[in-house]
């Protein structure tokens, strides 16, 4: 009896565990469904790539089905389909990049393989392979090495390895020198066919722009360093008094991720510059400006870094001590903030910033006020351990005061640059704004571990930036 | 006459013009050299890895020369050598990862794609074209859409690629069904064929592992916050005196690097997870501490680049100010800079850390010192507004203790979860490291685009650090 109850006992429980298999099975399935939904919903134009890439590749492969299409390229109709599920990406300058990679190393590398190859034939049976895997080594070798220069690791990486790629297909294949050449050609023309499909549907099918999106990231990198400092100076002052110590600061914590995206910003500088003229943006846009603000925003980010430590540190100075730079450091925190917004503002806008001169003097005008109050000596009472902290954020937000000051400066050259409007157009490019927010998501990205850029959506323009 | 002048005059030009361009061309190319030359230098693993693609790539190519390899194969050889191009990498890690992911999704894919096509040939002529679109449809659209998902897109993103690609091939062909078995298995094996030579020449030639890597990056790493600090406090409250402010203090920017190295750790960490065990790593070594004390270095690097900041402010505080807190700043940045070139070594040497509790409890004790020292209020007679940049310096070091505290803790996780072994051992572990150092070069990475990693060399054990 006993062992026939242990028996149904661990029965039960071996039942019990195929019955909760499932079960585990069904909330990881869960799980992964709730991600997909996040990804969609954070940024739907991944959903709308996916489409993209299935649409290119069928209609790639309808190469196959068409029989006379298929007789004329035979197997090497396959390096369509190939080209397509390789050079389509995400945005229209990478796979532009990717493209104008693929089709001309194909070419340079074709014809280097055809003379490659006629000259071995020219050495005789023995001297032709010998000769063959001499000139293979040394190619692959060299462009494998040029693939270390950082210029050209940056623009024409995948040129190098297709070059090297078709070189070796070319030259190494046994065949007679006509045949060669017709492979060559064949292999060029459906690649030249998979890349013309993929960027024809990439263009031409709700195309996501880098360029777009790198002028959006700068501009939104702006305003959440922007938002953090708006906020700051009372957060900091007035925080502790009305109990809201606890208070959710994650809506502050916005500005962490400019710290890491210099990787993301320039691939998306180097993909923009493969991109045609499209909407507001020119060819030749200067993009390189873009990463110049953004180098600036992420140096001003540690400080801002460093400021939010302050607003979660234990140790705060005490009130009397705040009390005394309270309005100084507001005023300069808040107007920081204030003009980095407008900057934003001005560069979603594409028109010329000017409300951030104001901005800008009132900032340095707190700032000043801030040092001749020190000045007057009304500290004495105090103990000055206490004052460390209340010192190192006054010191901070000045430095940011001229951090802000060389963004501003930096964003006033890229209007020169790109020849923003100036302030009259304002309204109807908010309005332009608001209207590009209704089609399309203005996104922003996401630093990645292969560059490549992920986007989530963003709140673009607030109304209370509109004046 | 005049006009002959003229004619000569402008043929001259061009002459001349014609003279120059030579003259430039070989300016050019001298340039590239010398870019060629320093990049070599820097790191020689650069050039080994260029002659051991070529090598990779000529031994495959042997394939086609040697007539029975080649008729089993026929055309799908070329894949053998595809695969090497694409797969061949810097690192074994990385070559490791996409070698297997190239073989896994071409084996799933084409059982897949041979199962799609046995489906669609059963429902007749006209159905099966549309049947096969849809699927290939389906599943390029699906599987383009789970790339977005972070984690797939981390270690498998070219393995979903390959997938896609190895499905449409297989199943679109129009061949008969023994025909697609033929040829999935044909192009299975070319596969296996190149990802396993291009493995033997990684591996067995000059390897160079991602994680030794990212090991020795994020001791260097320490290393240069901690040779700043050791410096820092000598160079700012001793650095004017001395007129040295002219002085070039290149040298202690190092740290600049760690600021943006976050996607640079992050590939490397998934590098090496996909590489066997080798030298002092075992398989499974917690590659993702490394991370961890990757993302407190650059909390403690933030730091550091305000702190480096004041240092080249023109606004000092006066000497008299600085002369009060000098010593224990001093001594806080100093004892800090030792613990972190402490914890470098002991990551280096793979020995447990013991020196770093003396330095974290002196520098604590300096901390304590300061503040006491604030205390007495000696600084009574002094203008606050002076005292404000040597409080916020005074204040950063303060926060840079902690910082190096939380580092100090998560090496000593490292040191638990790796098995570090205890001090007796360092001597004879600082020796292997001075030999590996002369075999091979422990080597720094750089920040790129795409993630991969460039390496420059960097100097390892300093005699300074044995003790």
Redesign the interface.
Known sequence: MTANTENDGSMAKGSGRIKALPKRALAKIAEVAR??KK??QDDPR??T???K???A??LV??L??FQPL?DGFG?AA?WA??TV??VFEFSVGATLGKGLNRMLATLLAGALGVGAHHLASLSGEKGE?IL??LF???????V??IR???RM??RY?YGL?IF??TF??VS???YRDDEVLEMAHKRLSTILIGSFASLFVCVFICPVWAGSDLHSLVAVNLEKIGSFLEEFGNEYFNGLEEGESKKDKSNLEGYKTV??C??TE??MA?FARWEPGHSQFKFRHPWKQYLKIGTLS??CA??V??LN?YLNSEIKAPLKVRRKIEESCIKMSFECGQALKELAMSIKTMTSPTAVDLHMSNAKTSAKNL?SF??T?L??DT???E???A??V???LI?VVACTESIADSVNELASLAHFKSLEYRDQAVEQVQVIKQKQILAQPL?????TH?VITIEVASPSLRK
């Open positions: 991600t997909a990804l969609g991944r959903v790539h996916s489409l890439v299935g649409l590749i069928t492969s309808l196959y089905y298929f197997v396959m389909v190939l599920v390789v392979p063959l895997g293979v080594f040394l190619l692959a070798a060299t494998t090495f270390f220069f950082p690791k940056a990486d390895m090297i790629l070796c297909l190494v294949s046994g710290l890491n210099k990787n320039e691939s180097n992420r140096k540690y400080r870094d460093a430590g040092k020190l000045k000596g500290w004495e103990d000055l351990l004052v460390i902290p010192a190192a006054a010191s901070l430095d630093a990645s571990i292969d560059g992920h």
